[in-house]
C-alpha cells in the first residue's frame, strides 16, 4: 500500500472520487532500491554468530558479574558496544552511546546495580529536533529464579535473538550508508526481566526531552520456528500492538469506545503499517497482528515506550516453547505420550533459527527504513462534526505547503474490518490547511486514517482523525 501505482480494493464509489483528480504519480523506485539493499544485506551468518557470542557469555542476568570479559552482563554489553562502535567506523553518521544509572531498593534488585543501556543513532538529515523511530530488543538473561545471578542463562531467544537482530539491522543500514530523513535508534536495553527498568529509563528521559518518537519496535523472543507444543511455522511473526486507553485532546477527554476508535490507537496503526509494507516487500514472509499489548502473564520493553506516550509493538515468535524460557539449563526426566523422554530446559543456542530472525530483521529494517524517509503525519488533522450530514469532512494542516509531499490518503474501512480496505487519494496543495469532503461516506459507518505520501512515494503512518469542529 505504499505506491499510489499499486491502487488496491477500491470501490466504485471511490474511483469515480479518484478520476476527478489529475493524480501525481510520484516514483518510488529510488526509495524501494535502497530499502531492497538493506533487505538484501542481512545476512543469517552473522545473526548465528552474534546469537552464539551472546548466548556464550553464559549468563546475562541483570545484576550478574561485570568484571570479567568472558562471562557476565558486563562483557556482554560491552561487546554490543564494540559492535556499534565497528559499525560507526563504516558510517560516520552513527554514534554510539551509553546511558547509565544505579538501581537499589527496587523489586527484584537484591543489591546495587549499574544498569547501561547501549545504543546507537543513525543520525538523519531532521537532526536531534526531528522524528525517530527506535529498533529494540533487551541483552539481560535469567535462570528460573529471576533472583539467581550466577548459574547459567544463555538467553539464545530471550532475547539474544532480539540483540542479535538489532545489531544486524545497525549493520545493514551502516554498511549500505543508509541516508534517512528521521534518526534511526538501535537500542539494546538491561533490566527487562527485572522489570522493564532498562527500556523505562529510556522511554522516560526521551520524554522528558520531549523526544518525537514515532515508533518502537520492540523484539523479543524473535528466533524460534519449533514451538513447546511441536508445532513448526517459520514464514509469520506477531506484532502485538496495545489499543487505546484514553484519548486526550488539550484538556477534553474523548472517549475511544464513544467514537469508535478502540482499534486505532497510534499502536495499532504502526501495527498496520508493518503489516501493509510486509505484503509489499516481504510477500512470503507474513506479520499476525494481535491487538492487545502482550501475552498474558509477559510484558516487554515497548510497554515502557507505550508508557510515556509513544507508539511502539511487539514482535514475538508465533510458538514459544516454554521449556526454553526462564529455565535453568538441565536435562530432566519426563513421559510423553506414555513413553519415558529426557527433556531439555535452557534458552540454547541449537533452538534459535537464524534464518528466521533475519526474517524478523527484515520486517524490522524494511519498516524503520520506509519511515525514515517518509514525510511526517499530517498534523490537527480532524473529523468535522459540527453537524448531522450524511458524508465525512476533514481538515488538516498542510505545515509544508506541498514542500516533498505528492498528497495524502485518506484510508478508509467498515468499523469491524481490522485492516484498511482502500483509500482517497488527495493531491497536494499550496495552501496551510486542506479541507476535503468525502460525501457518499459516512463517519458513522467507516473508520477513517490519514497518512502523509511522500514525492518519492512512501508514506507516514497513517492516523484516525479525532472527531472536532
Ligand atoms: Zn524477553
Redesign the pocket.
Known amino acids: 500500500m505504499h505506491h499510489i501505482s499499486k491502487v488496491i480494493a477500491l470501490t466504485i464509489l471511490t474511483t469515480s472520487l479518484l478520476a476527478a483528480q489529475t493524480v501525481p504519480t510520484p516514483d518510488a523506485s529510488a526509495a524501494d532500491a535502497r530499502v531492497e539493499e538493506i533487505l538484501k544485506t542481512i545476512s543469517p551468518d552473522s545473526l548465528r554468530s552474534y546469537d552464539n557470542t551472546l548466548a556464550g557469555f553464559g549468563i546475562r542476568q541483570t545484576m550478574s558479574d561485570t568484571t570479567s570479559n568472558t562471562r557476565g552482563i558486563g562483557a556482554a554489553r560491552r561487546w554490543i558496544h564494540s559492535k556499534f562502535e565497528a559499525f560507526a567506523k563504516n558510517d560516520p553518521q552513527l554514534k554510539v552511546y551509553e546511558d547509565r544509572f544505579v538501581l537499589e531498593n527496587v523489586p527484584r534488585i537484591s543489591k546495587p546495580t549499574t544498569l547501561v543501556n547501549e545504543y546507537a543513532v543513525l543520525w538523519g538529515k531532521e537532526g536531534m529536533n526531528g522524528r525517530y523511530i527506535v529498533i529494540s530488543g533487551?541483552y539481560d538473561s535469567r535462570c528460573t529464579d529471576i533472583m539467581d545471578y550466577t548459574s547459567d542463562a544463555p538467553g539464545a531467544d530471550?532475547?539474544g535473538s532480539g540483540v542479535s537482530l538489532v545489531l544486524e539491522a545497525a549493520r545493514a543500514f551502516t554498511s549500505t550508508h543508509f541516508k534517512p530523513e528521521a534518526n534511526i535508534i538501535f537500542a539494546c536495553f538491561p533490566g527487562?526481566?527485572q522489570g522493564l527498568y532498562g527500556s523505562n529509563h529510556f522511554a522516560m528521559e526521551a520524554r522528558q526531552k520531549n523526544l518525537d518518537i514515532i515508533a518502537d519496535l520492540n523484539n523479543?523472543?524473535v528466533g524460534a520456528i519449533r514451538g513447546g507444543n511441536g508445532e513448526v511455522i517459520s514464514n509469520m511473526v506477531r506484532v502485538f500492538s496495545q489499543g487505546y486507553k484514553e484519548i486526550k485532546l488539550g484538556t477534553r477527554e474523548v472517549n475511544p469506545e464513544v467514537i469508535g476508535y478502540e482499534n486505532d490507537s497510534p499502536s495499532r496503526e504502526l501495527a498496520r503499517y508493518i503489516h501493509s509494507a510486509g505484503e509489499q516487500f516481504l510477500p512470503t514472509f507474513h506479520t499476525t497482528l494481535i491487538f492487545r499489548q502482550d501475552r498474558f502473564l509477559r510484558g516487554?520493553d515497548h510497554a515502557s515506550f507505550n508508557k510515556y506516550g509513544y507508539p511502539g509493538v511487539r514482535f514475538t515468535e508465533p510458538n514459544e516453547d516454554y521449556h526454553h524460557q526462564h529455565q535453568n539449563v538441565r536435562v530432566e526426566n519426563d513421559t510423553l505420550n506414555g513413553k519415558a523422554v529426557r527433556v531439555q530446559y535452557g534458552d540454547l543456542p541449537q533452538y534459535v533459527d537464524s534464518a528466521y530472525i533475519a526474517s524478523v530483521c527484515r520486517m524490522n529494517s524494511l519498516t524503520a527504513a520506509l519511515l525514515s524517509i517518509s514525510p511526517p503525519a499530517p498534523q490537527n488533522d480532524v473529523m468535522l462534526v459540527d453537524k448531522l450530514e450524511y458524508g465525512s469532512r476533514f481538515r488538516w494542516d498542510n505545515p509544508l505547503h506541498g514542500n516533498g509531499i505528492a498528497g495524502w490518503k485518506i484510508y478508509y474501512r467498515k468499523s469491524a474490518q481490522p485492516f484498511w480496505q482502500g483509500y482517497v487519494f488527495v493531491k497536494t496543495s499550496a495552501q496551510p490547511t486542506v479541507d476535503y469532503d468525502l460525501t457518499k461516506m459516512s463517519k458513522d459507518d467507516y473508520i477513517f486514517g490519514i497518512a502523509a505520501v511522500g514525492t518519492n512515494g512512501t508514506e507516514s503512518i497513517p492516523e484516525a482523525p479525532l472527531p472536532g469542529k
Open positions: 533487551h530471550d532475547d527487562e526481566e523479543d523472543i516487554g
